[in-house]
């Protein structure tokens, strides 16, 4: 692939779940900071997609200053649900390799993820997602003929070449373009995605690569969000033996966390356009969160169906206690003997 570059991004998203934050030592990204270009790409793109400023019940904070050699970084966390992303958006030059830059994020990861341990307890971090965009210079009345005479080498940009696959699966790969804009190609797995683009002013061509990132940091938060309710769940169902108000309470609190989340990522995200939500939920699908979504009402249905068990169970035990207490022991006895515990 000989492509005539003009700039590469690369954003590296890292999804998290954690018991408790502390005191969140940087600022929150407010979208009249002009001082912040992480906070005036994510605000100003966050409109492209949705209404609002950010996703409901989350929150934004501006890490820039706190990692090393980055245009940019933003963390986005849901103190109630326990879950996260952390951003870091570093920018290079046409002079630079793209896949030594992808493979390079990787290396980076655990120094990069490092600076939140001292703020999350029992912090968990499952993987990273690169998101690689790569600007080239042609008008996006050719960009359609560059990208296909380079499909091969696009299709190893976007998996990283890892997994030794052949060229036509490569090329493949580029087959599936989520965007409809002149200007962009958008390509999408859910362990990582490439954007392509044309010739563009940068602060466009900026705002419509972090429309296309918070797209793809939209579907990790909906799997991560699943995935920890799921969690939860089986947590939830391994001591379940007989139903207590705390119990009931747990299992309401479960079933509620699931259709929020449900309701919040998946049938109603508050796209704003018609363009945002067709490319949504072809991303969704791309990701495979219709299968994780399945997963997490199988684990839900199963969960109710133990509940009622053990409510039987519960009821049966109730039932035996008071007929031992009527026609054996008798309540005269009981009452004798509880006045004597607490005389």
């Known amino acids: 692939m000989n492509l005539p570059l003009c700039r590469i991004d690369i954003v590296s998203i890292f999804d998290l779940r954690f018991s408790r934050a502390d005191r969140i030592p940087w600022p929150p990204i407010s979208p009249d900071n002009p001082h912040s270009c992480i906070a005036s790409r994510?605000?100003?793109?966050?409109?492209?997609?949705?209404?609002?400023?950010?996703?409901?019940?989350?929150?934004?904070?501006?890490?820039s200053q706190a990692v090393s050699g980055a245009t940019g970084a933003g963390l986005r966390i849901n103190p109630e649900s326990r879950i996260?992303?952390?951003?870091?958006w570093r920018s290079y030059n046409s002079q630079s390799d793209p896949h030594t830059l992808k493979a390079q994020a990787w290396e980076e990861s655990g120094k990069d993820s490092a600076l939140l341990a001292p703020v999350f307890r029992e912090?968990?971090?499952?993987?990273?997602?690169?998101?690689?965009?790569?600007?080239?210079d042609t008008d996006e009345d050719t960009l359609d003929s560059v990208a296909e005479a380079n499909a091969e080498g696009l299709g190893r940009l976007l998996t990283g070449d890892l997994e030794g696959e052949r060229a036509s699966t490569l090329k493949h790969y580029i087959d599936a373009d989520l965007s409809r804009r002149a200007y962009e190609k958008?390509?999408?797995?859910?362990?990582?995605?490439?954007?392509?683009?044309?010739?563009?002013?940068?602060?466009?061509?900026?705002?419509?690569?972090?429309?296309?990132?918070?797209?793809?940091e939209h579907c990790i938060l909906a799997q991560v969000s699943l995935i920890s309710i799921m969690e939860r769940m089986d947590s939830f169902s391994r001591r379940l033996i007989l139903v207590t108000p705390f119990n009931w309470l747990s299992s309401r609190g479960l079933f509620t966390a699931l259709a929020s989340a449900e309701m919040r990522f998946i049938v109603y995200p508050r796209t704003q356009s018609v363009e945002a939500n067709?490319?949504?939920?072809?991303?969704?699908?791309?990701?495979?969160?219709?299968?994780?979504?399945?997963?997490?009402?199988s684990k839900a249905a199963e969960v109710l169906e133990q509940f009622q068990w053990a409510k039987t169970q519960t009821l049966a035990l109730i039932a035996v206690t008071t007929y031992v207490l009527d026609k054996i022991v008798g309540w005269d006895y009981v009452k004798h003997w509880l006045a004597t515990l607490f005389h």
């Open 42 to 63: 994510l605000s100003e793109s966050f409109r492209w997609n949705f209404y609002g400023n950010n996703i409901e019940g989350f929150q934004l904070f501006d890490l």
């Open 278 to 297: 067709r490319l949504l939920t072809d991303a969704q699908s791309q990701f495979g969160l219709p299968a994780f979504l399945a997963s997490a009402k």
């Open 84 to 88: 996260g992303t952390l951003l870091i």
């Open 186 to 216: 958008l390509f999408l797995r859910w362990t990582e995605a490439l954007a392509v683009y044309s010739r563009q002013d940068d602060k466009i061509y900026e705002n419509c690569m972090f429309r296309a990132v918070q797209i793809f």
């Open 123 to 136: 912090l968990r971090i499952d993987r990273i997602y690169p998101f690689l965009a790569i600007q080239i």
